[in-house]
């Protein structure tokens, strides 16, 4: 299985601020790489596919980058509702296989 | 638009059979897709279990492959998962989704959360 590592594992930030996720596969998985926004008791929600495409509904302060084995996600002005849980997924190969997750706290 | 709802039993007793259904409203499970199955237990992160295409093909995650079995059934528009011999590690929040064009998860049941105890 291709092993996702996400850091850091969580992070605090204020309202306003710029906050970057990185995520590293353990092998090449080309730009087959997706991020999502999780928040407590709620399933995941889709931000970024295929690396940088942003997902329909998804604000554009939600921006994703790269390809090969490491991946950004970049959130330039943190809003309120942007405190949650963030997972990358690699769709490179089966099975699909997710990072641990950051956890996105309010400073 | 399309959503997605799970349900089955929310206890299961250790060595038993885990069932739950993915109801898929607002459109057709045959329009091209595939269905997936993704669990969390309490406090971790996301497992991918296992996807079936309307065909009835299926692939399933090799560290649970002997235990489960994903099924299709087109004429209810809904598809199901059972998953034998659990035990407490299975305890977790069950979630069905789609996954989209670019092998990704674009659309997502509530999830459904599912205790292994006696």
């Known amino acids: 299985d291709i092993q996702m590592t996400q850091s850091p594992s969580s992070v605090s930030a204020s309202v306003g601020d710029r906050v970057t996720i990185t995520c590293r596969a353990s092998?090449?998985?080309?730009?087959?790489l997706a991020w999502y926004q999780q928040k407590p008791g709620k399933a995941p929600e889709l931000l970024i596919y295929?690396?940088?495409s942003l997902q329909s509904g998804v604000p554009s302060r939600f921006s994703g980058s790269g390809s090969g084995t490491d991946f950004t996600l970049t959130i330039s002005s943190l809003q309120p509702e942007d405190f949650a849980t963030y997972y990358c997924q690699q769709g490179n190969s089966f099975p699909y296989t997710f990072g641990q997750g950051t956890k996105l706290e309010i400073k | 638009q399309v959503q997605l709802q799970e349900s089955g039993p929310g206890l299961v007793n250790p060595s038993g059979t885990l069932s739950l259904t993915c109801a898929v409203s607002g459109g057709s499970i045959t329009n091209g897709n595939w269905w997936t199955w993704v669990r969390q237990p309490p406090g971790k992160g996301l497992e991918l279990i296992g996807e079936?295409?309307?065909?009835?093909?299926?692939n399933y995650n090799p560290s649970l492959k002997s235990r489960v079995t994903i099924l299709v059934d087109k004429s209810k528009n809904h598809f199901s998962l059972r998953l034998n011999s659990v035990t407490a590690a299975d305890t977790a929040v069950y979630y069905c989704a789609r996954k989209g064009s670019s092998w990704c998860f674009d659309l997502w049941g509530r999830g459904t959360l599912v205790t292994v105890s006696s």
């Open positions: 295929a690396a940088s």
């Open positions: 079936i295409y309307h065909s009835g093909s299926t």
């Open positions: 092998q090449d998985i080309s730009r087959w």
